[in-house]
């Protein structure tokens, strides 16, 4: 059995022929009343067989000697029907064509010539030696089958060869098809290869580096590598910028295919796309670019006719803006976009990684800056405080070992005095030492170590300090945040006691919400200019409110100062306990 995925030509044609003679047959046997049962059977039987071969043929469905099969049937129906009629006539001539042409379509001119050899042999056996057909009629039978024979022997070579170049031709149109559609996906499999390698090394270089120069260089020739891998570098015509944001401002921090004039451009992004991307976050495709407010001036891109804009952001920080044009209305399809929204987040998180690794060696500066003050500030206390009373103690005891010499009872009230300045400089070092380490703090906790500061203060400096804490919270708060609230409360005190002049001061750490703290120290001292000394406090050479701030930011919370002279100062902090709670307390600055 052979199973094939097109139509068998020569079967159809076999079996359509088949049913017209056997119709025709029908017909014939039907007009004559007197014509026996016999050729009705062979005649249902040839009905029968075209049925069974024709469903055979709708399947494409060939059995072994299939076609000997069928020629044989013919040949055989032909022999049958002629012996079962009566009086055979014409009859004879119609049912011989059948075997004939069979094999003339299966075997062709060959074949065409030993059935029609047969045939005429039968007939003329069957009408000479059996004397059941009139002479005459033979003379016009004989002729007919030899001529039939010849005839569709002709054609059948002819039509054979005919659809056997059709079929060649078919199978070389499907072969040179599949070639074609083999090649398109080899090729679009190596575009696609070639896509992934650049976007593979798209990422591994903006992931890789904590450069920001380095950052947006590479990002424009990438995504240009990306979007047509199979075009040469620098033959794309497409269109690009990075803007990114400095003072307010955005500029063109690198470009692709940009006139120097471009290159120029700030865009304060209050307008159009530009405002759409920074609020909203979506990337925006559109054709309309050359009619923006801002992004309309630059003229490189009025020669393209399709944009694709996409912000750069990660988190609550936004960094700019990718845009990309192209004189092709229909460059940036769903494929591209997806390429470009992958290269602005690889993009973001590299921005992101780089002011991350900025404001790392930022800090790292800083720290060493307060580390520097905090030993300078160390050596000036030591300098001012305990050295200078040590160095009043060793002066005094020379004096007082003469005063012992002339007048002892002189000498007695001078070491009383003597007495008490070694009192007051212990209690200055006690106080040094338990501001450079709180053991209570440790011990006790946050609301232990701030009393405990506040009574030194009031014994040391004599200055009044006065607790407030809700100790509800102080569950909420692990151990490293504690120590730096600590800190604040020590640096916020020391400059309201150096500076403010203030008769109290008021430590407070209370909730105002459920995931949010306010720490507070307030103080009732002559105050100051808030906005003219933040102006100026570079110029100070202090580093106490920069030592606020860092040590809010490592509480993820927002430092807050109101002041103003005569009205003393608030020192606030507000400390989120949550991830949630940073970020609305970021989003609300």
């Known amino acids: 059995m052979k199973i094939s995925d097109s139509p068998f030509?020569?079967?159809?044609?076999?079996?359509?022929?088949?049913?017209?003679?056997?119709?025709?047959?029908?017909?014939?046997?039907?007009?004559?009343?007197?014509t026996p049962w016999g050729p009705y059977l062979a005649l249902g039987i040839g009905v029968l067989w075209n049925l069974g071969f024709s469903v055979l043929a709708g399947l494409n469905i060939r059995l072994s000697y299939h076609r000997l099969l069928n020629v044989l049937f013919d040949f055989l129906l032909a022999i049958s029907l002629s012996l079962l009629l009566s009086q055979p006539g014409l009859e004879l001539a119609l049912v011989s064509l059948l075997p004939i042409f069979s094999a003339s379509l299966y075997f062709e001119w060959r074949g065409a010539l030993i059935v029609t050899f047969s045939c005429l042999l039968f007939t003329a056996a069957y009408g000479f030696l059996l004397l059941k057909v009139p002479r005459s009629l033979l003379l016009i039978l004989l002729p007919l089958i030899l001529a039939s024979g010849g005839i569709f022997g002709f054609l059948g070579y002819r039509l054979m060869n005919a659809l056997r170049a059709r079929r060649k031709a078919i199978l070389e149109a499907r072969a040179q098809k599949e070639r074609a559609e083999l090649e398109a996906k080899l090729q679009k499999q190596r575009a696609e290869s070639e896509r992934l390698r650049a976007v593979y090394e798209l990422s591994s270089t903006l992931t890789g580096t904590l450069s920001y120069q380095r950052v947006i260089e590479s990002a424009l020739g990438l995504a240009d590598s990306a979007l047509s891998p199979e075009m040469e570098r620098g033959t794309n015509p497409l269109v690009g910028a990075v803007l990114l944001f400095r003072e307010g401002q955005l500029f063109v921090a690198a470009e692709y295919h940009l006139n120097f004039a471009d290159r120029k451009l700030e865009f304060p992004g209050e307008a159009g796309i530009l405002k759409m991307l920074l609020e909203e976050r979506a990337p925006v495709h559109t054709r309309e670019l050359p009619l923006d407010p801002e992004l309309g001036r630059i003229t490189a891109l009025r020669k393209c006719t399709s944009f694709y804009c996409l912000p750069l952001y990660s988190g609550l920080n936004t960094y700019g803006a990718l845009i990309f044009g192209h004189p092709d209305p229909q460059y940036f399809t769903e494929e591209r976009r997806e390429i470009l929204?992958?290269?602005?987040?690889?993009?973001?998180?590299?921005?992101?990684?780089?002011?991350?690794?900025?404001?790392?060696?930022?800090?790292?500066?800083?720290m060493a800056q307060v580390h520097e003050e905090a030993r300078k500030k160390l050596a000036r206390d030591l300098h001012d405080g305990p050295t200078q009373s040590v160095s009043a103690i060793a002066m005094r005891?020379?004096?007082?070992?003469?005063?012992?010499e002339r007048d002892p009872q002189q000498a007695s009230e001078e070491l009383k005095k003597l007495?008490?300045?070694?009192?007051?400089?212990?209690?200055?070092?006690?106080?040094?030492?338990?501001?450079?380490?709180?053991?209570?703090?440790?011990?006790?906790?946050?609301?232990?170590?701030?009393?405990?500061m506040a009574d030194k203060m009031r014994e040391t400096f004599n200055q009044e300090v006065i607790i407030e804490v809700d100790e509800s919270v102080l569950d909420r708060l692990e151990m490293g945040k504690q120590g730096v609230i600590f800190s604040l409360a020590e640096e916020a005190v020391n400059n309201a006691r150096k500076h403010a002049r203030a008769p109290h001061i008021w430590v407070r750490l209370k909730p105002i919400h459920p995931d949010i703290l306010l720490f507070e120290v307030q103080d009732d001292g002559v105050g100051f200019d808030v906005k003219s000394v933040m102006q100026s406090y570079e110029k100070r050479g202090s580093l106490g409110m920069v030592n606020l701030t860092e040590r809010a930011e490592m509480l993820n919370g927002l430092l807050n100062i109101l002041s103003a002279p005569g009205q003393g100062t608030r020192v606030q902090v507000f400390i989120p306990l949550t991830d949630e709670a940073a970020e609305r307390l970021h989003q609300q600055r």
Do not use: C
């Open 419 to 452: 007495e008490e300045l070694a009192h007051r400089t212990v209690k200055e070092m006690r106080h040094m030492l338990f501001t450079l380490r709180p053991l209570v703090l440790e011990t006790q906790g946050l609301k232990a170590a701030l009393q405990s």
């Open 341 to 366: 929204n992958i290269l602005a987040r690889q993009m973001s998180i590299a921005l992101q990684n780089a002011s991350l690794y900025q404001s790392l060696l930022e800090e790292k500066e800083q």
């Open 9 to 34: 030509i020569a079967d159809w044609f076999v079996l359509s022929l088949r049913w017209l003679i056997l119709l025709a047959l029908g017909f014939a046997l039907f007009s004559n009343p007197n």
């Open 397 to 404: 005891l020379g004096i007082l070992r003469r005063m012992f």
